[in-house]
């Protein structure tokens, strides 16, 4: 009797948020096409058009992560909320990006570290898609009566720059070490031309996830800072880390 193929189970979808429209790829890429690669269904959600960047228009930018997304296999969305370099802490945002987490009813939320030291539309869409998240869990909000609760397996922060990484909290590492991985990443990242051409983001990016794999033994990672204790079912799920003792 021949063996019943066993199909790979269904992951639940990964939902990122970017303050602007490059904001996923840079700082996330290669954990999206790694996830991709795995089956995860991915969206994104980016929360401005650029507007107030010193290169591309409104236009040209958003065009420039929607090619992005097509790349990675992800989808999505723009949301208006006050616009780039305006965004402000309200809790109609907040409700705003709950209302996306129990449409999407994501397994897992990356959105940007909440360290002041960097851009205020990234710390402060973190605060945002932090209160999101138990928001979105609450049944007896009225003005998200109209989708069931979600609760989100976890958050994930994701750094933009060295100074965007929290002091003191260990990172998760991700290895994207995998050559169509890192092709991914990149031409996710060449999408955005018009902010190339105020310095060598990708570059940058790359450099860090060398020096993050390196650090850990392969050849490339890049770092989310989760906002809760990781529950693990069994010790069976840690395989590796980045000492070597």
């Known amino acids: 009797m021949k063996p019943t193929p066993t199909s790979r189970p269904e992951l639940p979808p990964l939902l990122a948020f970017g303050a602007h429209p490059d904001d996923i790829e840079f700082g996330a890429g290669g954990v999206v096409a790694r996830e991709r690669s795995a089956g995860r269904p991915v969206h994104f959600v980016v ?34 909320l006050d616009g780039d370099a305006r965004l402000e802490l309200k809790a109609a945002h907040a409700l705003g990006l709950a209302r996306v987490i129990r449409r999407v009813r994501p397994g897992i939320v990356l959105a940007p570290t909440v360290v002041p030291n960097q851009h205020p539309d990234h710390w402060r869409l973190g605060v945002l898609a932090r209160d999101a998240a138990r928001l979105a869990r609450f049944g ?81 990672a890049q770092a989310l800072f989760p906002n809760d204790p990781l529950v693990l079912d069994s010790l069976a799920a840690v395989t590796r880390s980045a000492r070597r003792f």
């Open 140 to 220: 007896g909000l009225a003005p998200l009566r109209k989708q069931p609760p979600h609760a989100i397996g976890q958050l994930f922060f994701y750094a933009l720059s060295p100074g965007a990484e929290p002091p003191g909290m260990p990172p998760v590492l991700i290895d994207i070490s995998a050559p169509e991985i890192m092709r991914l990443w990149r031409a996710a990242m060449a999408a955005h031309a018009s902010q190339m051409r105020t310095r060598n983001y990708a570059e940058l990016q790359v450099t860090r996830a060398r020096v993050a794999g390196l650090a850990a033994g392969i050849d490339h």
């Open 47 to 80: 929360c401005s058009r650029g507007e107030a960047g010193t290169h591309g228009t409104p236009r040209v930018r958003a065009a420039e992560a929607r090619a992005a997304a097509r790349v990675l296999g992800a989808t999505i969305e723009f949301l208006e």
